[in-house]
């Protein structure tokens, strides 16, 4: 069985570097872009489709892509694949906290005690999720989000770079956190919201 990364864009990249910093060698990229056919990475070759992957037996790696949405329906669509649970050796993830298959701590990124975290999650460079939080499936912590002590991130909420939660907070399955936003209180399902606190976005009418 070989190790292969789903996606090849940027995110990819640093998923990449974080398998070989463990130790694990990746057999190939699949990617729909066509001018990423052939690709070489870090000496890691883009091989094929998504189409190609699918028509493989199951195999074992990571979905590189950052979108929570597109990552979901990638791991339902290769659904009997071996997905890693990966964590760079410069983060720090305690004993008794638990990671989901598929999910990637990168580098510099912190996960304290009792902390619990679904499947597929993306906590990405630099942030932080504190004690006894609980971080569901198909989250993305961008770059410097910090989640204090027994917060809830929902199924497939994505907060944005330097975003900010205060403990025991909830954010809504889907919603978005804008970048450097502040939440104070707890966010609905399926909204964004923004700003220094973070509130819900008002979606402008529009005309005719």
């Known amino acids: ?64 892509i950052g979108d929570n949405r597109l990552r979901k329906r990638l791991a339902q669509e290769l659904a009997g694949w071996e997905w890693l649970c990966v964590v760079h050796s410069r983060a720090y993830v305690h004993p008794s906290a638990t990671l989901g ?50 917060v809830v991130v929902e199924e497939g909420a994505f907060l944005g770079i330097g975003s900010v939660v205060v403990p025991g907070i909830r954010v809504g399955s889907w919603t978005v956190v804008g970048a450097g936003g502040v939440v104070i209180r707890d966010l609905p399902p399926s909204i964004t919201a923004a700003g220094v606190p973070a509130r819900p976005l008002l979606s402008s009418g529009g005309c005719g």
């Open 101 to 150: 298959p598929g999910t990637v701590i990168f580098a510099g990124a912190v996960v304290q005690p009792c902390a619990r975290l679904g499947s597929h999650v993306i906590v990405n460079t630099g942030a932080t999720v504190d004690h006894d939080c609980v971080v569901e499936d198909f989250v993305h912590l961008a770059p410097g989000v910090h989640l204090a002590g027994s």
């Open 1 to 64: 069985m070989g190790v292969y990364i789903i996606g090849a864009g940027g995110h990819a990249k640093v998923v990449l570097s974080t398998l070989l910093d463990a130790g694990i060698r990746v057999d190939g990229f699949f990617d729909d872009d066509p001018g990423k056919q052939g690709l070489v990475l870090f000496g890691v070759r883009v091989i094929g489709t998504i189409a190609d992957a699918k028509a493989m037996s199951p195999q074992a790696g990571v979905i590189g």
